[in-house]
């Protein structure tokens, strides 16, 4: 028996000890802390090379217990992220909120310190992670990161399966510079909108451009939503109380708006239902038991993904109109609502009725997402865009007049 040992078989009752194991190659430190329920004396070990590090893995071991807390050895932040995105969403979209979520640490969380052990993960070891995306990421993206991290760890610290949330520590570094949002002007929306005529997509897209409704609003419009007629002095106008969000609620309370359509809206609307009657007896189909104005062909709700690659084809054809220069793969959908804002804010509308129009909380709100695409002009909605497309719309009218004379 070596002198170490001599030395802890010595120690006093309830006192820790350290000495070298020459199986096992490493220096043990056997932590008393006192009895079990059952009477069995509870005296863990931990290892480690050195004493230093055995010292510090005792007392962290003592931490543990002063709190309650018992991380598990294996415990990773992969396991950590995956119970957070499992039990911590509960009641949350699955498409939406979870599947961001999801994607977002599945591609730049997991795959870098995913392994590491919570228990033994630093703010260091954060740190560095963060700087490393930093240089494909941009800065919101690296907040959104972090929250993730934060949340996860912060889940897991009230299942007692982490001692201390050490990304609370670190701070979301600045990342490359964001995508900026985009507006078309009017000559590249008469572009799109011409465009988009032959599409299934063209009545959503009309409705998107000229009342400013955001994608996620459009999705799961239902007819009963939308009034087409004028009755007991009300216009035509669209009820926008849902979105694609769990149980349907709008981004905002604002958000929930009832706002008036525009003469062309309604009028592509009014054909978009013959069309959609027509094409569904051909089908042999009933109609769509959501009442969705807008689905796919089997009658199914549109998705994000599909909208999104069918909208950059029609800004493909929008291209190659001269004089309209449009790179399709730098749009996205809710760049129509940004152009709704640029073209009334153009046409002198003020911004206290763009913010209404929009569904925003308030005028900040509006200055806040839309500077770029507001004009310092403080001077109705569907009345405006009436004014901004009637000219291209009797352009339309004189071609098919003309192509009508031509026939007879």
Known sequence: ?????????????????????????????????????NGKRRRPKVYGKTKTEVRNKIRDLKKEMQTGVKAPANYTVADAVND?????????????????????????????IGKAKLKELSADDVDDWLDGRAEFLATRSLRDLLAILRRSIAHAQRRDKAARNVALLVTAPEGRPGRPSKALNLEQAKAVLAAARPSRLYAYLVLSLLSGVRTEEARPLTWDHVFLETKDGIPPHVAVWRSVRKHGETKTRKSRRTIALPKQVVEVLEEHMRWQKQERASRGMEWSPTGRVFTTRSGEPLDAANVRRDFR???????????????????????????FVSLLSDHGIPLETIALLVGHSSQATTEAVYRKQLRPVITKGAEAMDDIFAEDQEGQDAEGEEEGDAVA
């Open 1 to 37: 028996m070596t002198e170490t040992q001599k030395r802890a078989q010595r120690a006093g009752h309830g006192a820790d000890t350290i000495y070298w194991d020459p199986v096992k190659k490493s220096y043990v430190g056997a932590v008393s802390l006192g009895y079990a329920p």
């Open 313 to 339: 084809a029609i800004l493909a054809r929008a291209a190659k109109v001269p004089g309209v220069d449009l790179k399709p793969h730098e749009w996205t959908p809710r760049e129509l609502r940004h152009s």
């Open 84 to 112: 957070w995105l499992e039990r911590g969403l509960k009641g949350r979209d699955e498409k939406g909120t979870i599947g961001k979520n999801r994607s977002i640490a599945n591609k730049h969380l997991i795959p870098f």
